[in-house]
């Protein structure tokens, strides 16, 4: 972890790359090059322009790059306006990594995965998905289920047709909510499409997206048989700490930037749905 | 136990070599700021206006400096108090207030900015010889007669009785024109504050089922509806409170630079949780429930059953609707012992 709570280290923009209309990917490294500091699948990182704001995201590049960390970053704000006007060369201020990690060394391992993802929810599982590619022997079969508004918001999507689609031991199934010229592929939203699908209740569930995919799509499964203690999401909510001590991100007795912000459903369902 | 006139007092204030807070007059209102002569001392006052959590914790601090230039940024922390001080007068609760805030800043990953200024404090706890109305420090394990500081004063009218308790206490009394005096004494006057605080309205609460074991029971009351309608989320109450420590962090434009602070917060602000969707907390209601389920039922299933009231009564005191944490108990709670 950056070395003092609150103070940050610099970080160097050295890379922009348009995904969608309004989500760019960030390439940031260290002033004098290499990552600001390393972390595990889940994680996050503050990220602050000096007298514009400073907001917490989730890590999009997996630990197992060993040169740079990436951040996927969608427009909604005034933070996330300025960044989006960034060049490569700006500086930024980074610090973190917060939070826990998607149990990548422990129960996830051994297990086939299917990850499920809407629109720019596939920011935090990315990095799930590129560590499992990097460890392929420790983990058994790889689905994913991503859907978004247009075929343009579909981030990374050469990452995903070039290189997840050509691997073997890896199923992608991508769908959009409305029919457009260009796609062939399914149309419809995420949870339709994963009922649609049909998976075997085995394994582990990775989901991340808008709450209202997260909810529905969690019914989907468990209607399908997964049990609770077989998925994960990962939430968001306002932080400014990243610590558990500025103490807003709270649901329940639990800090999402310290106890979170990955949780199993079985846990989430302990806690008042205050998110 | 050692004892002094009750005239030396203002002079073992000004020989104290390190700066000294002490609760002293503000216009209207009592604080604690940095004593210097000529000020009026206010030892009689319990529940002060403002509490020692400014000076642990204050309104706003600056953390770092960053200044821009084209593509570049340095950036240059603030530095941390390293200047040795003594707080002078603090009462039982606010001393427990202390203990809470410690645990929220002294967790890992602690809080250098915090840490420095709690390590350089020396407290000198005031025992309470006239419990306010509004008090209830007991009902979370405060006796209002033995403040737990570093130096203990019981006031005694002609005199004041004084032990020290730790190192830090003991070094500070060491030059203090104090001469022996009777334990016996001391005992007296606590015994005193005892009966003083059990003929009080809220000396007794029941706090049954105020933990992290009835966490969604408390939390889905439908009681809570009622009991924040009134609220107008001013914020009075978290800013007296001398537990609350939730902060925000904010930059502002120096015109030769970007500082970055930190103030204190609100969870009673309709803006606290806001992003760029909504906001999870969007009426009175929840906030309100939040505040309340924080101090009475989050913080205690995380911190050991310790509850982050410690029933110092200010926000009974500040409320302009008249709402306050006892109410809350009093609704919320089990059996009939509150009525």
């Known amino acids: ?275 | 136990m050692r004892k002094f006139a009750a005239d030396q007092l203002t002079k073992i204030i000004s020989s104290i070599s390190t700066p000294v807070y002490a609760p002293v007059e503000d216009g209207s209102m009592v604080v604690y700021d940095r004593y210097e002569d000529g000020m009026t001392l206010r030892l009689d006052k319990v529940g002060t206006d403002k509490t020692p959590k400014d000076i642990l914790f204050p309104q706003w601090e600056n953390l770092m400096h960053f200044r821009m230039e084209g593509k570049t940024i340095q950036l240059t922390e603030e530095e941390r108090a390293k200047e040795d001080y003594v707080i002078f007068g603090v009462r039982a609760c606010d001393i427990q207030a202390i203990k809470v805030l410690d645990r929220v800043f002294l967790a890992d990953p602690i809080d250098t900015y915090y840490a420095a200024r709690r390590e350089h404090g020396t407290i000198v706890g005031l025992a309470c010889g006239e419990p306010a109305k509004s008090c209830f420090c007991k009902n979370f394990g405060v006796d209002p007669a033995k403040p737990d500081a570093d130096v203990v004063l019981w006031p005694a009218g002609d005199c004041w009785y004084c032990e020290a308790y730790t190192d830090k206490g003991r070094a500070l009394m060491e030059s203090w024109p104090t001469e022996a005096a009777d334990e016996a004494a001391v005992e007296t006057i606590k015994a005193e504050i005892a009966v003083k605080y059990d003929a009080l309205p809220f000396a007794k609460l029941n706090l049954n089922g105020f933990d992290g074991d009835h966490l969604m029971e408390k939390f889905d009351s439908p009681k809570w509806k009622k009991l924040s309608m009134p609220c107008l989320g001013c914020g009075s109450c978290t800013f007296a409170c001398p537990t609350c420590q939730c902060y925000d962090i904010r930059d502002y434009d120096t015109g030769n630079g970007i500082q970055r602070y930190r103030c204190w917060d609100s969870c009673m602000y309709s803006d606290f949780t806001l992003m760029a969707h909504g906001t999870n907390r969007p009426t009175q209601v929840e906030r309100y429930r939040q505040r309340f389920m924080h101090k009475l039922v989050y913080f205690p299933s995380r911190n050991d059953g310790m509850y982050s009231c410690v029933g110092c009564g200010r926000c009974i005191e500040k409320c302009p609707m008249n709402l306050n944490i006892v109410k809350v108990i009093k609704a919320l709670g089990e059996g009939d012992s509150n009525d």
């Not at chain 1, 086939?112 to 920011?123: E, H, K, Q, T, V």
């Not at chain 1, 457009?180 to 049909?198: K, S």
Request: glycine share 10%.
């Open chain 1, 1 to 275: 972890m950056t070395k003092e709570t609150l103070v940050p280290v610099l970080g160097i923009v050295t890379d922009v790359r348009v995904d969608t209309p309004d989500v760019k990917t960030f390439r940031v490294n260290a002033v004098d090059g290499g990552k600001c500091f390393e972390h595990m699948p889940g994680q996050c990182a503050m990220l602050s322009i000096p007298g514009v704001g400073e907001a917490m995201f989730s890590i999009t590049s997996s630990p197992t790059n060993k040169e740079f960390m990436e951040f996927s970053i969608k427009k909604c704000g005034c933070l996330t306006n300025w960044l989006h006007q960034m060049d490569v060369g700006q500086m930024i201020t980074v610090r973190g990594p917060y939070g826990n990690a998607f149990p990548v060394e422990e129960d996830l391992k051994g297990q086939d995965l299917l990850f499920i993802a809407g629109g720019i929810g596939l920011a935090p599982l990315r990095s799930v998905i590129n560590y499992v590619r990097a460890n392929r022997e420790n983990y058994g079969k790889v689905r994913i289920v991503y859907g978004s508004r247009t075929k343009e918001d579909l981030v990374d999507y050469p990452e995903i047709v070039n290189e997840w689609c050509q691997e073997a031991g890896i199923e992608v199934f991508l769908t959009i909510d409305q029919a457009q010229e260009g796609w062939d592929g399914h149309v419809g939203f995420v949870p339709a499409y994963v009922t649609e699908l049909g998976f075997d209740p085995h394994g582990r569930v990775l989901v991340c997206g808008p709450p209202i995919m997260i909810k529905f799509t969690t019914q989907a499964l468990l209607e399908m048989g997964f049990d609770k203690t077989q998925i994960y999401t990962t939430m968001e909510l306002r932080m400014k700490c990243g610590v558990g001590k500025c103490g807003r991100c709270n649901i329940g007795d639990q800090y999402v930037c310290k106890d979170g912000p990955v949780f199993r459903f079985d846990q989430l369902g302990e806690l008042p749905a205050e998110y």
